[in-house]
């Protein structure tokens, strides 16, 4: 099992421009997160899917959309990318109700020049 | 407000040494507790999960950490620290109750000098 993958790990992008970050599981988890990273912050949540066909708001979302395609795969999109969202995001699962724990995936890095 | 509280940024110990990371939470009920590892360039990595129960819980990699429900903390223990465990150490609660996010501290780092 791969568990976490995210794509891509790296990316710069220039102010204004749009991107996709794609994370999926094969864990058959439930629920699913967006975090990002940034120095002396620990992680921050952006939006979670609690289950297949939902989306929340998390503590950071302003600037980001999400879409739950299917149970594997959780996006994260970047409309108009300023400098500020420069950061390490991670995704992560959980497999459903009751169970707490998170398992999380490699990470993607972003610059927004 | 309710928080996870990591004070110290970063610690430095000698390899072979024993180590100690604290965590303090600010929840009404005793929430759930979490210790995760994150080294360089990598994702986080779960070491250990405290429910209920003993509140001395063994992990991963040698560590463990103890629930001390009187201090609100939960801190995360070793008694001989390896060049490998170099690394930022991340303390996360759930709430409890019908809460499932988790809330993470700030982080400290692990430096290990031989």
């Known amino acids: 099992n791969a568990g976490v993958t995210q794509t891509p790990k790296f990316q710069v992008l220039k102010t204004g421009q749009s991107m996709t970050l794609q994370c999926a599981q094969d864990?058959?988890?439930?629920?699913m997160y967006w975090y990002r990273q940034d120095p002396g912050m620990g992680l921050r949540l952006i939006y979670y899917?609690?289950?297949?066909?939902?989306?929340d708001k998390g503590e950071v979302p302003n600037g980001y959309n999400v879409s739950r395609l299917n149970k594997r795969e959780f996006s994260l999109r970047l409309e108009s990318a300023a400098p500020s969202q420069t950061s390490v995001y991670f995704c992560?699962?959980?497999?459903?109700?009751?169970?707490?724990?998170?398992?999380f995936g490699p990470g993607t890095r972003l610059t927004v020049t | 407000a309710q928080s996870v509280t990591q004070p110290d940024i970063h610690i430095t110990v000698s390899e072979g040494a024993s180590l100690e990371l604290r965590c303090n939470y600010s929840?009404?009920?005793?929430?759930?507790l979490f210790w995760y590892v994150q080294s360089p360039g990598q994702g986080l990595q779960l070491l250990l999960k405290?429910?209920?129960?003993?509140?001395l819980v063994q992990g991963i990699k040698g560590f463990e950490a103890e629930f001390k429900r009187s201090q609100s903390s939960f801190n995360l223990r070793k008694p001989s620290v390896h060049w490998s465990d170099a690394a930022e150490y991340f303390c996360?609660?759930?709430?409890?109750?019908?809460?499932?996010?988790?809330?993470f501290g700030t982080g400290t780092r692990l430096q290990v000098t031989l």
């Open positions: 992560a699962s959980r497999a459903g109700t009751g169970i707490y724990e998170q398992y």
């Open positions: 864990m058959n988890h439930n629920s």
């Open positions: 899917s609690a289950s297949e066909g939902t989306t």
């Open positions: 929840y009404g009920a005793t929430p759930y």
């Open positions: 405290y429910f209920s129960g003993d509140t």
């Open positions: 996360a609660v759930v709430p409890g109750g019908t809460a499932s996010k988790l809330t």
